[in-house]
């Protein structure tokens, strides 16, 4: 266990104390169990095959990722509201399809089972699946804006059965 793992004082104190208390009660989950899912999930994406190289081309500070990714977990398993940011833009326009997200959740859903109690490991999995459901979507539209975008600017190229728009329409 690293210094990381082993800390309990919370990064943010919680804008809602007692759901947080009530939620860390039922699941067994808290800020450091939190730590050590996101860093041992994270290790497994890194030397992942097929996630590996995506986030390899974006991120180059992995120490500052990973801390988001703790108030991010922080906040939607236990409403701590320690997270600010917007994921949605940053997922839309990655190079990646159904496949990636469901290789995403077997990862996470493994390893939240390693670490997590029965109760906690339901807890973040439930919050996992319906997080990776909206972003996947927002993935889909900005690629099918994308696609209609280029047929537009080309009808020549669009897909067979999609009908071009003709001069000046
Ligand atoms: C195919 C699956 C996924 C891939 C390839 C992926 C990849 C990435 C990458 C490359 C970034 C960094 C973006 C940047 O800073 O430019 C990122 C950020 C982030 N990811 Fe994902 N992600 C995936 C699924 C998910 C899921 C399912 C969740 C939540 C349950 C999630 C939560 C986040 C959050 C919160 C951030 C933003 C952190 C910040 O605000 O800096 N990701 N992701």
Redesign the pocket.
Known sequence: MTAHESETIPIVASSRPEMTAAIMEETGLDEAVLRTLVHRFYAKIRADDL?GP??AA??TDWAR?LE??VG?WCSVALMTGS?H?R?VP??AP?P?EAA??AH??MLFRETAHEVCTPAGADHVIE??ER??RS?QMAVELTAARREAAASLRDPRGAAPGRVPVAGGG
């Open positions: 996630l995506i986030f974006r991120i990722h988001r990714m991010f997270y940011g994921p940053l997922h990655l990646v990636h997200f995403w959740l919050r996992a997080i990776a972003l």
